[in-house]
């Protein structure tokens, strides 16, 4: 399964969200979002359907794919900010 090289930001907040608690509800969620309950709902849908996002009872939860992709996602981001650093100080 693979999923957007380029996913919306929303879809980005939420898994940033999950990555950092066990389990969130649909309103907590999208409290900081400026997005109808419509729109954020097609987010998480697609998030579900990806398979990185699981639905509980209580609210929503990353699944194992969903934290190997977000864990995956914040090694991207620290090899490009070793590589910035790398740069910064050959400039110097």
Same mark, same amino acid.
């Given at each position: 399964?693979?999923?957007?090289? %380029?996913?919306?930001?929303?879809?980005?907040?939420? =898994?940033?969200? $999950? =990555?950092?608690?066990? &389990?969130? %509800?649909? !309103?907590? $969620?999208? *409290?900081?979002?400026? $997005?109808?309950?419509?729109?954020?709902?097609?987010?998480?849908?697609?998030?579900? &359907?990806? @398979?990185?996002?699981?639905?509980?009872?209580? @609210?929503? *939860?990353?699944?194992?794919? @969903?934290?190997?992709? !977000?864990?995956?996602?914040?090694?991207? $981001?620290?090899?490009?900010?070793?590589?910035? &650093?790398? &740069?910064?100080? %050959?400039?110097?």
């Amino acid at each position: 399964m693979s999923y957007e090289s %380029n996913p919306h930001s929303t879809q980005v907040s939420i =898994l940033r969200h $999950l =990555l950092f608690t066990t &389990e969130a %509800n649909f !309103a907590e $969620l999208q *409290k900081d979002s400026d $997005l109808t309950s419509d729109h954020f709902t097609f987010h998480i849908k697609k998030l579900v &359907e990806s @398979g990185y996002v699981e639905k509980t009872p209580g @609210g929503y *939860k990353l699944s194992v794919l @969903g934290k190997e992709y !977000a864990l995956d996602a914040l090694d991207r $981001l620290s090899t490009e900010i070793q590589h910035y &650093e790398d &740069e910064k100080y %050959n400039d110097l």
